[in-house]
């Protein structure tokens, strides 16, 4: 079905900005690098509308 095709997609787009906000969080707390603590954040505020796409199809998907 088409949700689970986008939903599919979705989902390897969140674990992407997930492994690089890891990598960049790591780096800030062990490090004290505060350039990778403003990609962190930056990629955080990049996953919030993607994390709001997948409640919205999680739920549509309860639904059925």
Known sequence: ???SK????LLVQLQMKM???QKD???QAE????AAG????????EMEPLL???RKLS???AKK
């Open 38 to 45: 403003q990609r962190a954040r930056c990629v955080s505020l």
């Open 25 to 27: 969080a790591v780096l």
């Open 6 to 9: 986008i939903m599919n997609e």
């Open 19 to 21: 492994e690089a906000f």
């Open 31 to 34: 490090k004290g690098n505060k």
């Open 59 to 61: 739920l549509a998907a």
């Open 1 to 3: 079905p088409l949700n």
């Open 52 to 54: 709001k796409q997948f």
